[in-house]
């Protein structure tokens, strides 16, 4: 499948987060992420949108868009919310990204799941679940919140 051949050529080579390498992403491990059933998901054809949980506390939307960009998924994504506590000016330790194809939302669970996301988290590495509601839509309407 040309998607998954994409995937596979984007995460081809080994890329530093900050400190952190992030291993190769396998087309065997996308088809098992792929597979994964998801309870309670509500979608409208494919499973793009990721909650990401336990990322560092300091980061906003460019922030987050800036981590996923150098590890090679710039383009593949096209709507990203980080909820914000505006009195202490830090976001809630999760954030929401809408990928364009399901495949890159898969290689992004393999590339991030279990490893710190941004900075150390009080709570532990990042984990990445696939959001209950799916599509850019429903980011964009948390953004006008």
Do not use: W
Not at 37 to 60: A, K, W
């Amino acid at each position: 499948d040309q998607g998954r051949a994409v995937v596979a050529s984007l995460a081809a080579e080994d890329t530093e987060v900050r400190d952190i390498v992030i291993p190769q992403v396998t087309i065997a491990q996308l088809s098992e992420t792929l597979a994964r059933p998801r309870p309670g998901v509500r979608d409208g054809g494919g499973q793009t949108t990721l909650m990401l949980q336990r990322i560092s506390y300091d980061l906003d939307e460019d922030g987050v868009r800036g981590i996923l960009e150098r590890k090679g998924f710039a383009c593949t994504f096209d709507a990203l919310y980080v909820p914000r506590n505006p009195k202490r000016g830090v976001n809630l330790g999760y954030g929401f990204v809408n990928f364009v194809r399901e495949e890159y939302a898969a290689a992004c669970i393999v590339a991030f799941s279990g490893r710190p996301f941004g900075g150390p988290h009080p709570l532990g590495p990042c984990s990445i679940e696939v959001a209950k509601r799916q599509g850019s839509a429903f980011i964009l309407e948390r953004l006008k919140r």
